[in-house]
């Protein structure tokens, strides 16, 4: 089956610990992106890539950090700077930065204690 | 002029009837305008999408309008049902731009 996949469901974080969130597609998509979500409310861009190597910052990205090694790996790091890191993240991609339709996967939801 | 204002925040309906969700934007550089549905722990879904060269697409139970010079487009919900319930976000793009509106909590009533 083609899809996102986000691992894991759930994640405990201990303050001031980094924790990376895993983002896999295998769509063949170029672009992908993430997002945090935060109770009732809409959906924010961290960072976002277009491409394998380049990524680019989105309206929230302070706090986090993004790697693009792979087409279809685009894992978070969500780093001890980040001040309020619980939310539920999500990730998704798109045929290419240019076309419309952004699928998303089912998303990590990050506690800290 | 990037933001997608989005209302009613929250919304109660009673199953059969109909739900209606607006939005409305500002550029009008924006080309492409898609309805997600996220049911509660899970990521957003694509639901129905429209571009402002037609003014109305309907599948299913879900009809898209869209006034160009107005600068707004709905979601129409028919025939509301209890697993209609979630939270429906608007959206807008053109290029590499995608901004999302807040999004409406929608309860249908058994």
Known sequence: ?113 | QQQVKQSPQSLIVQKGGISIINCAYENTAFDYFPWYQQFPGKGPALLIAIRPDVSEKKEGRFTISFNKSAKQFSLHIMDSQPGDSATYFCAASYGQNFVFGPGTRLSVLP
């Open chain 1, 1 to 113: 089956d083609g899809g996102i996949t986000q691992s894991p469901k759930y994640l405990f974080r201990k303050e001031g610990q980094n924790v990376t969130l895993s983002c896999e597609q295998n769509l063949n998509h170029d672009a992908m992106y993430w997002y945090r979500q935060d109770p009732g409310q809409g959906l924010r861009l961290i960072y976002y890539s277009q491409i394998v190597n380049d990524f680019q910052k989105g309206d929230i990205a302070e706090g986090y950090s993004v790697s693009r090694e792979k087409k279809e790996s685009f894992p978070l790091t969500v780093t001890s700077a980040q001040k309020n890191p619980t939310a539920f993240y999500l990730c998704a991609s798109s045929i290419m930065m240019s076309t419309d339709t952004q699928y998303f996967g089912p998303g990590t939801r990050l506690t800290v204690l």
